[in-house]
């Protein structure tokens, strides 16, 4: 399946673009070693695919989802762990993008798409990302969640859409981007190698296993 008169591309980025797992599994481990110490978590050893399922989520939803019961404060001061830990790894250069993802986005740069981010993501981080691998070479627009109080990324994406062209389609590898696309009545493109479960690609339109594949689809 090609898709044809694409203007307009949106991409997730944790688990699509950046291998995140490489400096989110730590800072995770991190915090969790703080609740394990404050007698709040029973001790155990987290591996890099149990901490994934939560990538692709804001920190707000994450927290519900993993220990709904605990007290904002202490939601407040986990979160803080794992974003100095993670701050502290991108100032050290360890982010790792997916083999060929700068490659693809000058191609379709060049090509003449619109390129557009849209993570779930806070600020701090997007700055971050966007200073260490020049992203904003390659997208006209980089947009988080943050900056739209953490609301859904469909709610996201019918807010921005019509500041771009059409024909579109939403690139990522959870659930929240193809949900995104559906809703949106925009195509979905669902990244196989990221951090999704068996099912949560199962609406996506079309189907990538390496970042590279998407030049043939386009």
């Not at 849209?118 to 990302?129: T, V």
Request: glycine content about 6%.
């Amino acid at each position: 399946m090609r898709l044809n008169n694409i203007n307009t591309i949106f991409f997730d980025y944790d688990g699509t673009l950046h291998n995140s797992v490489k400096i989110y599994a730590p800072a995770f481990r991190k915090a969790y070693e703080f609740l394990v110490k404050e007698g709040l978590a029973e001790e155990k050893e987290w591996s890099d695919k149990e901490i994934s399922y939560f990538l692709g989520f804001n920190a707000q939803d994450m927290w519900k989802i993993f220990m709904p019961n605990l007290s904002d404060e202490l939601r407040e001061k986990c979160s803080s762990i794992i974003g100095t830990e993670m701050k502290l790894l991108i100032e050290k250069g360890k982010p790792i993008l997916y083999e060929g993802a700068l490659e693809t986005l000058g191609y379709l740069k060049n090509k003449g798409y619109h390129l557009v981010f849209i993570s779930n993501c806070n600020i701090y981080y997007k700055e971050c990302h966007s200073k260490l691998f020049k992203l904003d070479r390659y997208f006209e627009t980089l947009i988080c969640s943050h900056e739209y109080d953490f609301i859904p990324k469909y709610e996201i994406l019918k807010a921005i859409k019509n500041n771009y062209p059409y024909d579109m389609v939403i690139v990522g590898d959870r659930k929240q981007d193809i949900e995104a696309g559906r809703k949106n009545n925009i195509y979905t493109i669902g990244c196989t190698y990221g951090f999704a479960l068996d099912g949560e690609l199962a609406e996506a339109d079309i189907l990538i296993d390496s970042i590279k594949e998407l030049i043939k689809f386009l």
